[in-house]
């Protein structure tokens, strides 16, 4: 009989390891991690976003976002304005030097997707990401 799968350990492990070598290379290359990446992502689909708005796309809190904010904008990667309509409300908005950044890695972000499916075929491709899909909505819903 085999051992039943633990699929909240194993997804667990699995982003752990997967974060942390991404993170090493973000750090070598650029002296960001992957949490700011994603900030500047986020950024580049749409620019210009409150920063509760960035908090909740990038999937971070508003005091971890402050904190990755922080480093992006001393590192001249973002800027924080007040809001033209409401003075209390800060937006963001991506550098040139961000958009620069994204651009570097996008090759990078695609070479790791494809190492990660390589043993894969189209068929268990396709599961993968319904699997995927279902455990974020499934987070989304609690």
Known sequence: MSKPLRVFHQLH???GALFRAADRHMRASEGITTAHQVVLFTLTIEDGL????????AGHSKSRLTALVNTLEDKKLL?????????RVHTLHITKAGRDLIERH???TKELNEQIL????PAEREVIGSFLKHVRTMGDKS
């Open 106 to 108: 996008k090759a990078r």
């Open 13 to 15: 492990m699995a982003h």
């Open 118 to 121: 390589a043993p894969f075929s």
């Open 50 to 57: 409150r920063t509760t708005e960035v908090a909740k796309r």
């Open 79 to 87: 800027k924080r304005r007040v809001s033209e309509r409401d003075g």
